[in-house]
């Protein structure tokens, strides 16, 4: 593509151009505005493609026998661990990593901070994407998964906190699609669905921020049912769902920076100037953001190790590994985001964050999985689950970037630039006609 | 000021009040307080009076009609089995009770310990189950429907005994499989379950669980020399339905002594309480936030503006 791109190609980013007025067909905007063969031969000449195709070969088969043959086939099924990979990095890393979307959503929609709304869509579809997926991981690990919408139709069980989990990252995920759905209306060219998800998109967002508390919290306190298993290095009885609500900040944000990075490199073509000049600024300001969540998360855990006098652990074996976790992604990355915004050193903060985003699914491994049954024996996983882990992870990146490329995440439709500039423009003579519509409703 | 939207206001208060309604308020408010029930049964296992058999175990297997073991019932080696992580044999999905021999350091004589549902007072599995798959019965017994099993093992990961099994084997109705203290053939008519019945040794007693920890104290304050003083099971995680006597420290026969006395949704409760407040106060706080931003963001465009007008003049 980016080959194409230096030969003078446009990537389809609005409608065609003029005198040519006739609208694209479907077909046309799937194949990005290329010929069949142009598409076709691009996708061909792209490494990454073949990595990926080696991988689902490979993959594909083992994820259609764990539902021919049962999760026994593919697992150790074991007793003591009924949690392996599939919910250890699918559920406990990837939610932490989407919270992306209600992030970037309260900056931008709820403090008003409308310089960031160049990265604000790739941060709503990042964290879609992140919970789309930590679904689809659920449904290859849950032992039924026809039976999902069971804990909303058929059998509640609303003391539990799956409950809450379960119903808030089906409620979310809806949130979520509609907040994602202005891009896709822009380019399926219904405007009038893009419009209305503006108005209420504050809504959506407020929701966002409830849901996503309480969630990304819940999943810290499943493990407050389990308080011997999990190391008492990973686990408190007050803490848990803080200390799970907390990293998730930095963990969202430093996704964002993780994400945007990749793409400048290697899609360069798909991202308006809107987007790269901005980039290195915006990259400062969520590092500041990341770096105050971990200061935070680091200051909570240190009281987590006082309040329940956990000091002696730290000499321990376990302790070690304790400390790698926050050294490597907690002190290192502070450090390195207090100079890196200091001295205007974007390189550096985009290193910092990857080690944070590295720290976090750490950090989620370490509780469900390695320190799990800390005082009975460690299980490695089966090669099974790896296998399946990888794949739907490669899975996960082709459909990120199928829908990188297409939808205007990274560049401005063109056709709405006008209609955009005229909404952003209006907000405060928009407000009146709102209000008296209101005032006409009430009436 | 009048201008900030009223609508938008409303708008994300009715989501944070959907968002409520839909999620988690009724989970803070649902925890029990339950102190088991009065008429509640129970069993008593002697450990200082088993001999490991396995005649329980096979009374079990008959009476749920699990398939046949690996190695028939008459053989003992089973009992010092270990897997290869050096685990000892635990139940799983053909078997709903195991006997495990423990050598005990400084002395000949090995111990037997039976394992199987306790049937806790506030069980995890059932406060943690997200589909309401178990009950406890007035009679004692936690009972699991399979019916609506999801087969999410959160009540796996929960058991602080490691208790229920999970048929990982099938593909197409994996289950939990758990003791159910024979509740439907035997319980609910008032009789022991099958390896009570069955056991040789009278190692364990069937009854009421208040007189089985009268007569569990009473044996204890007879011969203090012969067992621990301690019944495991009054207490921990909240006091279970099936208790046990030992002779030696309960560490030493594959105990956890570190259980906590309160129930373990006791850990819980601090979230599922924080959860209705946050419903509440996040959609007004946020809310509030945006209105500051925006009456700042309205200031600096009406000062651009007076600028403006002052260079013209």
């Known amino acids: 593509?980016?080959?194409?791109?230096?030969?003078?190609?446009?990537?389809?980013?609005?409608?065609?151009?003029?005198?040519?007025?006739?609208?694209?067909?479907?077909?046309?905007?799937?194949?990005?505005?290329?010929?069949?063969?142009?598409?076709?031969?691009?996708?061909?000449?792209?490494?990454?493609?073949?990595?990926?195709?080696?991988?689902?070969?490979?993959?594909?088969?083992?994820?259609?026998?764990?539902?021919?043959?049962?999760?026994?086939?593919?697992?150790?099924?074991?007793?003591?661990?009924?949690?392996?990979?599939?919910?250890?990095?699918?559920?406990?890393?990837?939610?932490?990593?989407?919270?992306?979307?209600?992030?970037?959503?309260?900056?931008?929609?709820?403090?008003?901070?409308?310089?960031?709304?160049?990265?604000?869509?790739?941060?709503?579809?990042?964290?879609?994407?992140?919970?789309?997926?930590?679904?689809?991981?659920?449904?290859?690990?849950?032992g039924q998964p026809w039976r999902l919408p069971y804990p909303m139709v058929v059998s509640w069980g609303p003391a539990a906190v799956l409950f809450l989990v379960g119903w808030h990252v089906a409620t979310y995920l809806s949130v979520q699609m509609a907040e994602v759905s202005a891009s896709f209306f822009e380019w399926v060219g219904w405007l009038a669905g893009k419009r209305f998800i503006r108005r209420i998109a504050l809504g959506l967002t407020t929701a966002g921020i409830i849901l996503s508390t309480l969630h990304q919290g819940a999943l810290g306190a499943l493990f407050t049912y389990a308080p011997g298993k999990v190391h008492p290095l990973?686990?408190?009885?007050?803490?848990?769902?803080?200390?799970?609500?907390?990293?998730?900040?930095?963990?969202?944000?430093?996704?964002?920076?993780?994400?945007?990075?990749?793409?400048?490199?290697?899609?360069?073509?798909?991202?308006?100037?809107?987007?790269?000049?901005?980039?290195?600024?915006?990259?400062?300001?969520?590092?500041?953001?990341?770096?105050?969540?971990?200061?935070?998360?680091?200051?909570?855990?240190?009281?987590?190790?006082?309040?329940?006098?956990?000091?002696?652990?730290?000499?321990?074996?376990?302790?070690?590994?304790?400390?790698?976790?926050?050294?490597?992604?907690?002190v290192v990355p502070i450090v390195l985001?207090?100079?890196?915004?200091?001295?205007?050193?974007?390189?550096?903060?985009?290193?910092?964050?990857?080690?944070?985003?590295?720290?976090?699914?750490?950090?989620?491994?370490?509780?469900?999985?390695?320190?799990?049954?800390?005082?009975?024996?460690?299980?490695?996983?089966?090669?099974?689950?790896?296998?399946?882990?990888?794949?739907?992870?490669?899975?996960?990146?082709?459909?990120?970037?199928?829908?990188?490329?297409?939808l205007p995440i990274l560049y401005t439709w063109k056709e709405e630039t006008v209609v955009e500039e005229a909404v952003v423009v209006i907000p405060s003579a928009e407000k009146p006609s709102e209000t008296q519509s209101l005032g006409e409703v009430s009436a | 000021m009048g201008k900030i939207s009223r609508r938008k206001f409303?708008?994300?208060?009715?989501?944070?009040?959907v968002a409520g309604s839909i999620g988690g308020a009724r989970s803070a408010w649902a925890a029990p307080k339950l102190q088991g029930y009065p008429d509640g049964m129970g069993v008593l296992v002697d450990l200082t009076r088993c001999i490991g058999c396995r005649t329980c175990e096979a009374a079990c297997n008959a009476e749920h009609n699990l398939p046949a073991p690996q190695e028939p019932f008459d053989d003992l080696s089973v009992l010092e089995k270990e897997s290869h992580n050096g685990a000892k044999r635990r139940t799983d999905e053909s078997a709903y009770?195991?006997?495990?021999?423990?050598?005990?350091?400084?002395?000949?004589?090995?111990?037997?310990?039976?394992?199987?549902?306790?049937?806790?007072?506030?069980?995890?599995?059932?406060?943690?189950?997200?589909?309401?798959?178990?009950?406890?019965?007035?009679?004692?017994?936690?009972?699991?429907?399979?019916e609506v099993c999801v087969g999410c093992r959160?009540?796996?990961?929960?058991?602080?005994?490691?208790?229920?099994?999970?048929?990982?084997?099938?593909?197409?109705?994996?289950?939990?499989v758990k003791c159910n203290f024979c509740y439907d053939n035997r319980l609910v008519h008032g009789q022991p379950p099958a390896c009570v019945e069955a056991c040789p040794q009278e190692a364990m007693v069937f009854g009421h669980r208040e007189q089985l920890l009268a007569i569990g104290r009473e044996r204890i304050r007879y011969q203090p020399d012969k067992y621990v003083d301690h019944i495991y099971g009054e207490k921990e995680v909240g006091g279970t339905a099936w208790m046990y006597l030992s002779g030696v420290p309960f560490e030493q026969v594959g105990f956890d002594t570190t259980l906590q006395k309160e129930p373990i949704i006791s850990n819980v409760k601090g979230f599922l309480g924080m959860v209705p407040m946050v419903l509440a106060i996040w959609p007004a706080l946020f809310t509030g936030f945006h209105m500051l931003a925006k009456k700042r963001e309205r200031n600096a465009a009406a000062d651009c503006q007076d600028d403006k007008k002052g260079e013209s003049r």
């Open chain 1, 337 to 406: 985001f207090a100079y890196s915004i200091r001295h205007n050193k974007v390189g550096l903060a985009r290193f910092a964050a990857l080690l944070t985003v590295l720290g976090i699914v750490l950090n989620r491994l370490n509780t469900a999985l390695f320190t799990f049954n800390w005082n009975l024996y460690q299980e490695l996983p089966h090669i099974g689950e790896i296998i399946i882990v990888v794949s739907i992870f490669t899975i996960y990146l082709l459909v990120y970037r199928f829908l990188l490329y297409r």
């Open chain 2, 10 to 17: 409303l708008a994300a208060g009715v989501a944070g009040a």
């Open chain 2, 97 to 146: 009770t195991v006997v495990n021999r423990y050598e005990i350091p400084g002395s000949d004589t090995p111990v037997f310990r039976k394992m199987q549902c306790n049937h806790c007072n506030e069980p995890s599995c059932l406060t943690s189950c997200f589909v309401n798959a178990y009950t406890k019965t007035g009679e004692g017994a936690v009972i699991y429907d399979p």
């Open chain 1, 234 to 330: 990973w686990y408190s009885d007050e803490f848990q769902w803080v200390f799970f609500f907390c990293s998730s900040i930095p963990a969202g944000l430093c996704m964002v920076i993780v994400v945007s990075t990749i793409i400048k490199r290697t899609m360069g073509w798909r991202c308006d100037s809107n987007f790269l000049d901005n980039l290195d600024r915006l990259t400062i300001g969520l590092a500041k953001g990341a770096s105050m969540g971990l200061v935070t998360y680091f200051t909570i855990k240190l009281i987590g190790l006082a309040h329940d006098n956990e000091w002696a652990y730290l000499a321990t074996s376990w302790g070690g590994l304790y400390g790698m976790e926050m050294l490597m992604g907690v």
């Open chain 2, 154 to 176: 959160m009540c796996m990961v929960a058991c602080p005994f490691y208790v229920p099994a999970y048929s990982y084997s099938s593909a197409l109705n994996p289950l939990i």
């Open chain 1, 1 to 142: 593509m980016k080959r194409l791109v230096k030969n003078g190609t446009t990537p389809l980013d609005g409608p065609r151009p003029a005198p040519d007025k006739q609208p694209w067909t479907f077909k046309e905007k799937l194949l990005l505005g290329l010929s069949l063969r142009d598409y076709l031969s691009q996708a061909f000449r792209n490494p990454l493609n073949w990595v990926a195709a080696v991988i689902l070969v490979v993959g594909l088969p083992v994820i259609v026998s764990r539902f021919i043959f049962g999760l026994g086939y593919v697992t150790h099924a074991s007793n003591d661990y009924p949690w392996g990979l599939f919910l250890g990095f699918g559920l406990f890393c990837m939610v932490p990593l989407s919270a992306s979307g209600f992030l970037l959503g309260t900056t931008v929609e709820v403090f008003g901070r409308h310089d960031y709304e160049s990265i604000e869509r790739l941060a709503l579809l990042n964290g879609l994407l992140g919970y789309l997926f930590a679904v689809v991981y659920l449904l290859a690990d849950l």
